[in-house]
């Protein structure tokens, strides 16, 4: 079974701007959730999806939005970028249908660099 | 709010050798999950072990095995005949029992394996 995908791997993009990371979850997985990975602050946690909805919502502003589609694939987008938003983007699945299924499996991360 | 905490940023263990690492959690919830994720220099974080908290007996994975201790809320991680392969930063995740609820990851520890 394919596991989680992340595009692009690699980004660049200037202050100001705005962008789009796109995640594909493991087939059947209906939870998507995204993590900002810097050194300073470690794994933090974005949002999560399920069913299209989002579900979690973590300590960010509004700048970062995310959207979830039918076939279970997410996107997320940073508008307004800024230089502290230069870090390893992690998307991460599961199946989300009971408690116990709930581990989630990780993609290889897009690393976003703001200049 | 749960926290994590893993209070050895860096450890080392020589080939085939034994290496412990530690971990602590804050929660009032009496029902969760704990996990172990290693992320390799190629940044896939790789689920390694997971813990229900209502389970006394310790999860093993191979040569992986975990110290539960719920009344300390300790919940450290045990890496038998280590390998050149197990070199990666690993983290400490707690999640509540409820589905849906988001991980709470600790700021990692980095193992060097030396040959």
């Known amino acids: 079974k394919a596991g989680v995908t992340q595009t692009p791997r690699y980004l660049i993009k200037t202050r100001g701007q705005q962008v789009t990371l796109s995640c594909s979850p493991i087939s059947g997985h209906r939870s998507v959730s995204w993590y900002q990975q810097t050194p300073g602050q470690g794994l933090q946690f974005l949002f999560e999806?399920?069913?299209?909805?989002?579900?979690n919502k973590g300590n960010f502003p509004g700048r970062f939005s995310g959207r979830q589609f039918s076939n279970s694939r997410s996107e997320m987008n940073v508008s307004t970028l800024e230089l502290g938003d230069s870090a390893l983007y992690l998307c991460?699945?599961?199946?989300?249908?009971?408690?116990?299924?709930?581990?989630?499996?990780f993609g290889p991360g897009t690393r976003l660099t703001v200049l | 709010a749960q926290t994590v905490t893993q209070s050895q940023p860096e450890m080392s263990v020589q080939e085939a050798e034994t290496v412990t690492l530690s971990c602590t959690y804050d929660t009032s919830e009496s029902d969760y999950y704990l996990f172990w994720y290693k992320q390799p220099p190629s940044r896939q974080m790789i689920l390694v072990i997971r813990q229900e908290a209502y389970k006394q007996q310790n999860a093993t994975e191979n040569r992986f095995s975990v110290n539960f201790q719920k009344a300390a809320k300790s919940f450290s991680l045990k890496i038998s005949d280590s390998q050149l392969g197990d070199a990666a930063m690993y983290f400490c995740a707690y999640r509540k029992s409820n589905y849906g609820q988001n991980f709470v990851f600790g700021p990692g520890t980095r193992l060097s394996v030396l040959p």
């Open positions: 999806y399920f069913s299209e909805t989002q579900r």
């Open positions: 991460a699945s599961s199946f989300a249908d009971e408690a116990s299924t709930d581990t989630q499996y």
